[in-house]
C-alpha cells in the first residue's frame, strides 16, 4: 500500500496476537506511535475503522463529482 499519495493518512491499528486454543478470545487492539505501540479499546478500533472509512468515501465522492454540474448549482 502506498501511504504517500493517500489523503486520509491514519496511524497503523493492529490486532495484536492472542495466545490460545478453542476457547473464546477476547482480541487486542494497538496503535503503532513513534517509539512502540498504544494498546486501546475495542470500541476505539470501531470508531478508527468507521471514521477512516467515512474519510474515505468522502474523499472518493469528492473525486467522482468534482466539477460535476449538479454538485455545482
Not at 469528492?62 to 455545482?72: E, M, N, R, V
Request: proline residues 4%; glycine residues 8%; charged residues 20%.
Amino acid at each position: 500500500m502506498n501511504s504517500l499519495t493517500t489523503h486520509y493518512r491514519r496511524s497503523q491499528l493492529i490486532a495484536l496476537p492472542v495466545p490460545g486454543g478453542k476457547a473464546k478470545v477476547e482480541y487486542c487492539y494497538a496503535v503503532n506511535v513513534p517509539g512502540g505501540r498504544v494498546i486501546v479499546t475495542h470500541s476505539f478500533a470501531e470508531w478508527a475503522v468507521g471514521d477512516f472509512n467515512r474519510q474515505k468515501e468522502t474523499v472518493l465522492c469528492d473525486k467522482l463529482t468534482a466539477g460535476s454540474k449538479i454538485t455545482t448549482e
